[in-house]
């Protein structure tokens, strides 16, 4: 087995008794079928600024055009600017991991749909934790994602398919990005792309044409931000069955009129809700194998992340 994935997360959500009364929120989900391929580097910015076990809580306040993270029961606590330099003080570290769960609902940590409060207690909207927020402004090409969106098969596939793709990017640049390097990586990716976004399909490639003239780093942040705020936009089944077709046309030449419909009707269903994506790709890795294809096998899109994980049974 290969080295496993570095992956930022809440403390709590790994079973660390850091919560404000002094329990946790362990995920088994996340522990034990993540934690086969995933090595959790964990963080807990309530505690690490010093607000202790068990704590007063604190929630989000709205003042004027500011947000503060107050106490609860006494105002005159506003760990605000503790919480933001924490966060500053964590985002250098953040380059040498590949994504990050978040706890949902927390006023530190979590990543939207946070509750937001008047001083007087009204509510007044949602908004993103402080700690994250700060995190998810500094690191914008990082995949972040939930605890609780997790559990939504379309949302889980979407978040480890862009944490994979993330952490092949994070070693190409490491052994120094060159036009040769973001062509190929370029290449291997585009299936995936075309199934999320196709207008960022037709961005990124012309951004790949520019590297021609030199890839430098500048190029490669604009290429990697273009990209991984593509893959944020959850895949279809309409895109994904596109894809399916155009995958499909590499083995014309080879399948008989029989198998060229098993084919369609394959996609078909899949396109239909009948059937989950593993059932067309399971299909394509057979005649794959049948009919070896080079451009085709070195293709992400086929395998985008391990299949013990089942993320394409669901979706």
């Not at 006023?107 to 009204?122: D, F, N």
């Not at 490639?205 to 893959?231: N, S």
Request: charged residues 25%.
């Amino acid at each position: 087995m290969t080295a496993r994935i570095r992956i930022g997360i809440s403390s709590c959500l790994i079973g660390q008794e850091v919560r404000y009364d002094g329990g946790h929120k362990h995920n088994e989900y996340i522990t034990q079928s993540l934690g086969q391929f995933f090595e959790f580097v964990p963080y807990c910015p309530e505690v690490a600024i010093g607000l202790g076990v068990p704590r007063p809580t604190i929630r989000l306040v709205k003042v004027g055009h500011t947000v503060r993270a107050q106490g609860v029961k006494d105002s005159s606590l506003d760990v605000t600017d503790r919480l933001v330099a924490y966060a500053d003080k964590v985002a250098p570290r953040l380059h040498s991991i590949s994504g990050y769960i978040l706890k949902k609902n927390s006023p530190s940590c979590g990543m939207e749909r946070v509750k937001l409060y008047t001083a007087k207690g009204m509510p007044a909207g949602t908004t993103s934790g402080l700690y994250a927020g700060r995190l998810l402004a500094l690191h914008p090409e990082m995949p972040f994602e939930e605890e609780g969106r997790l559990m939504d098969p379309v949302l889980r596939e979407n978040f480890i398919e862009r944490v994979w793709i993330y952490h092949r990017w994070q070693q190409l640049v490491s052994r120094r990005l060159s036009p040769k390097g973001l062509v190929a990586f370029h290449t291997r990716h585009k299936f995936i792309v075309l199934a999320h976004d196709e207008k960022s399909y037709r961005e990124l490639g012309r951004l790949v044409a520019e590297a021609g003239k030199g890839a430098t780093p500048e190029l490669g942040q604009r290429y990697v931000r273009l990209l991984m705020q593509a893959l944020k936009k959850p895949a279809t089944r309409t895109r994904h069955a596109n894809v399916l077709q155009h995958v499909a046309g590499f083995f014309k030449k080879h399948l008989d009129a029989e198998d060229k419909i098993e084919l369609q009707d394959v996609i078909t269903n899949y396109r239909r809700g009948q059937v989950p994506l593993v059932v067309p790709i399971t299909l394509i890795r057979h005649y794959l194998r049948r009919y070896p294809d080079a451009y085709l096998a070195d293709q992400h899109y086929l395998a985008p992340h391990p299949d013990e994980l089942m993320l394409r049974n669901q979706i």
